[in-house]
């Protein structure tokens, strides 16, 4: 990493992570996902597991971060719903994020 005139510029990086997760909840998911590469099916489990960590409270909302702000953001919401829907059928969470979204603009 190299500064020039208050910018950075990225000379080159390496980095390794090994993916861990937990065993789900609510596994096999309705929506579930298999293919013929580890990876790939690791990841979409990833995903659904952050999902399940994000989702939370009276009555039950999308959050954003289980452990920091813990708000609704609409942009967040978009992509959470569609993998509460795909992966296990789940629209309510939606609605009743985007109705306590709309009573704080009273």
């Known amino acids: 990493l190299t500064a020039a005139r208050g910018t950075f510029r990225f000379?080159?990086?390496?980095?390794?992570?090994?993916?861990?997760?937990a065993v789900p909840r609510k596994a096999p998911y309705p929506g579930?996902?298999?293919?013929?590469s580890p990876v790939l099916t690791?990841?979409?489990?990833?995903?659904v597991n952050t999902l399940e960590l994000c989702t939370g409270g009276t009555p039950t909302v999308f959050l954003d971060g289980s452990s920091r702000d813990?708000?609704?953001?609409?942009?967040?919401?978009?992509?959470?719903?569609?993998?509460?829907?795909i992966s296990n059928g789940d629209v309510e969470t939606a609605r009743e994020s985007l109705r306590t979204l709309a009573k704080g603009q009273e």
């Open 11 to 21: 000379t080159g990086a390496h980095a390794t992570s090994t993916l861990r997760l």
């Open 70 to 85: 813990r708000l609704i953001w609409t942009g967040d919401l978009f992509v959470e719903h569609l993998v509460a829907y």
């Open 42 to 47: 690791r990841v979409w489990y990833a995903g």
């Open 32 to 36: 579930n996902f298999r293919c013929s």
